[in-house]
């Protein structure tokens, strides 16, 4: 006998939840708001959104489904299924927090706070779900592929990301490291620098869009569903040992960025989360390219 089609909820603590929990009660953390001439009140009706909008999620699911519902902090210790339904409820940021974890399972993104989010990626309002839902299991809604970026390590850590992944030191200090391009003719630069930041199309409208620009534009950036990503090196420094020759470029499908570490310690991460990153010491080296598997965003 199959299983039931389960709808995982995917949401994150609230500003109000965090201040809260910091200061002990409601209370406490108004008083310490106010006491910065800031007012507890705006946060509370955004947690009041939230909350309203993972009910009414919750509410449209049908009876003879499962459900399951993760806090962000624990989406590297959930295990999703390949019959899973993802909602994500809350900002774009946390559809890209979650997207590193999937395969291929479809995401639909519930926007808490319109007006507020961009809302790219949580395109649907929480009274959309109960048609959603069906409509993505029948396969008769529209479903956006968005390319992702890998980062693969020779001893076969790997970290996925949906906007960028960021290559550098802890607290984004000085690192050093052999950085080339696989197929360039066996040309390989030794370089120090506050890290490597490898972009999708996604990414083109967040941090790979500022590094861009201050670049000077000179490579088109992709589209979220094409199948090329833009890298630069963030502040190389030219010195006797290392150069700023290779600070930037665009991979295709096929291209791979290889990066071999000179530095005690450096540290692959993808769309921010530092807590989930890969570690790699002096002398490992990694690859960095387009993901096979991508984000099957319901349109």
């Known amino acids: 006998m199959s299983l039931a089609p389960r709808v995982v909820v995917v949401h994150r603590t609230t500003e109000y939840e965090e201040l809260v929990a910091r200061h002990g009660t409601h ?8 006491s910065r001439g800031r007012d507890l009140a705006e946060l509370a009706e955004r947690h009041r959104r939230t909350r309203q909008a993972l009910a009414e999620v919750g509410s449209a699911v049908p009876l003879t489904w499962r459900q399951a519902r993760v806090e962000r902090a624990d989406l ?43 809302g790219v990626l949580v395109r649907h309002r929480p009274k959309d779900a109960a048609a959603l839902l069906p409509a993505v299991l029948a396969r008769s809604v529209g479903v956006e592929e968005r390319t992702m970026v890998e980062a693969v390590a020779d001893d076969t850590q790997r970290v996925v990301a949906l906007n960028e992944i960021c290559l550098g030191a802890v607290g984004h200090q000085t690192v050093r490291y052999r950085l080339g ?11 120090a620098s506050s890290g ?50 290779l600070v930037a470029g665009e991979l295709t499908a096929s291209a791979r960025l290889s990066l071999t570490v000179e530095s005690e310690r450096l540290i692959a991460f993808g769309d921010g989360m530092e807590t989930d990153a890969v570690e790699l010491t002096w002398g490992q080296s990694v690859r960095v390219g387009v993901c096979g598997e991508r984000l099957r965003l319901v349109g």
Do not use: C, M
């Not at 391009?181 to 370089?191: P, R």
């Open 196 to 245: 490597v930041l490898v972009g999708t199309g996604t990414g083109a409208t967040g941090w790979i869009r500022s590094v861009w620009q201050e670049r000077g534009g000179h490579w088109p950036l992709p589209s979220p569903t094409q199948a090329r990503l833009l890298w630069f090196v963030r502040e190389a420094w030219p010195s006797p040992a290392t150069g700023t020759s």
């Open 27 to 34: 209370g406490q953390a108004a008083f310490f708001l106010s």
């Open 181 to 191: 391009l696989e197929g360039d003719g066996g040309v390989v630069e030794a370089q």
């Open 76 to 118: 590297d210790r959930f295990l999703f299924a390949p019959e899973d339904v993802v909602v994500v409820v809350g900002q774009d940021g946390l559809v890209a927090n979650v997207a590193k974890y999937l395969a291929g399972q479809p995401v639909v993104g519930i926007d808490t706070d319109p007006g507020r989010n961009p």
